[in-house]
């Protein structure tokens, strides 16, 4: 069934409540006893670390939307449950990372998130939801009806670019790359010719809230390199931000320019074509001739 204008708005404020529900019991489990298990994920420790505080926000979100799922017919793709393939065969599905950014969680660092999103079949994103719990703010977009924060109508990117600071924001793997000191040096010379004031980096948060960050400045870029082995973040890291990015007329993509595919039948990788976030045209084309010039080892 296509979801008309108005389910897709209720669809989008049962996901706040959710996002936000979620948020108020990480929070109240930031800095105290939990159990920190591996699991099974990419090729760095950030996708493979998962608490007992994830397993319990998801239950917290999946019984919240409940309701939704079974009225609309949804299906859902979590990450800490198995992927069942609903995604491929119903209209729409909830992705859903319940704490996105578990390692700086971990770590009693800034850049975790409650990440919710619907996206379609097709793999659209129609919805995002970003929570973060630290400084409690809620971001969230629906496609064609621009975007909120804390509920307040929200233009990032205004009517100009804001020149006075360029954010580059990296997963902290990417700092141990061999090459990173000349693809740092590459950006930076980049603002130079451009007219920034000053450069700025953040390397420790999670997908989602590296997204934000980059975005909320109103000029900077977050971006992964594409590579041959399973990582690179997962459609649960990027469907929410997509749509974000989407209606703040930003631009989300892959690294070389074409749709985010999130809902490939094969994975929930993302790192066969790498993922880019990017405020405006010219940084976008910036960061694509970096992975042009450039590859990462893993």
Excluded at 93 to 102: A, E, H, K, N, S
Excluded at 161 to 167: I, L, M, S, T
Aim: hydrophobic residues 35%; charged residues 25%.
């Amino acid at each position: 069934m296509k979801l008309e204008s108005q389910q897709l708005t209720e669809l989008r404020e049962i996901a706040c409540r959710a996002a936000e529900t979620a948020g108020a019991y990480i929070q109240s489990r930031a800095g105290g006893d939990y159990e920190v298990e591996r699991k099974k994920g990419g090729d760095t420790l950030a996708s493979q670390v998962v608490t007992e505080v994830d397993r319990h926000a998801q239950d917290i979100i999946l019984s919240e939307l409940k309701g939704s799922i079974n009225r609309y017919d949804l299906a859902v793709l979590s990450e800490e449950s198995a992927d069942d393939g609903s995604r491929l065969r119903k209209d729409y599905f909830w992705c859903i990372d319940p704490l996105d950014g578990t390692l700086a969680f971990t770590e009693g660092e800034s850049g975790y998130a409650v990440v919710i999103a619907l996206v379609a079949r097709s793999g659209e994103p129609m919805i995002g939801v970003i929570f973060d719990p630290i400084e409690g703010v809620l971001y969230d977009g629906l496609k064609g009806e621009g975007l909120r924060k804390n509920g307040q109508s929200w233009n990032p990117l205004g009517d100009a670019a804001n020149k006075e600071v360029f954010h580059f924001v990296s997963d902290r793997s990417l700092l141990n790359q061999p090459n990173f000191p000349e693809i740092e040096e590459e950006i930076k010379r980049f603002c130079d010719a451009e007219g920034y004031g000053r450069f700025e980096r953040r390397s420790h948060g999670g997908g989602a809230m590296n997204a934000i960050w980059a975005l909320e400045t109103g000029s900077g870029t977050y971006f992964k390199f594409p590579k041959k082995v399973e990582g690179g973040g997962s459609l649960w890291d990027f469907a929410a931000s997509s749509c974000i990015y989407n209606e703040a007329g930003a631009i989300a993509t892959n690294v070389y320019g074409g749709d985010l595919e999130l809902n490939r039948e094969d994975t929930t990788f993302m790192n066969r074509g790498g993922v880019l976030f990017a405020t405006d045209p010219r940084i976008a084309e910036m960061a694509r001739s970096l992975v042009e010039r450039w590859t990462i080892t893993a």
